[in-house]
Nanobody, 126 residues
């Protein structure tokens, strides 16, 4: 069973940057597509970005395109989300999730993901 642990959340000023990390254990990450999701207070959880098992396909929700970058290092069993030019509306708990999907694409459809981390809080405020 894939287990995921996020880290890197913090309080940051608007325009600042953060890098979130998601470290996997319990299984090899290289057969999983990984998604980053976020949930702001009072809102439903939304997909932010995903990356396929090989790292050759990435997708982003429109609101973060050009600001966020997802990457992975399968040798370290880790996924990263580099977040630049942060805005107050990026404030949320960020989750990474795993979708067993070898040699395929990725999706931000929550229903595909059955392994979830506990989340890390990002607050963007002056």
């Amino acid at each position: 069973q894939l287990q995921l642990v996020e880290s890197g959340g913090a309080l940051v000023q608007p325009g600042g940057s953060l890098r979130l990390s998601c470290v996997a254990s319990g299984d090899s990450l290289d057969t999983y597509a990984i998604g980053w999701f976020r949930q702001a207070p009072g809102k439903e959880r939304e997909g932010v970005s995903c990356i396929n098992d090989r790292g050759s396909i990435t997708k982003y929700v429109d609101s973060v395109k050009g600001r966020f970058t997802i990457s992975r290092d399968n040798t370290r069993n880790a996924i990263y989300l580099q977040m630049n030019a942060l805005k107050p509306e990026d404030t949320a708990v960020y989750y990474c999730a795993g979708d067993y999907r070898p040699y395929s694409t990725c999706s931000m459809n929550e229903g595909r993901f059955d392994s979830w981390g506990q989340g890390t809080q990002v607050i963007v405020s002056s």
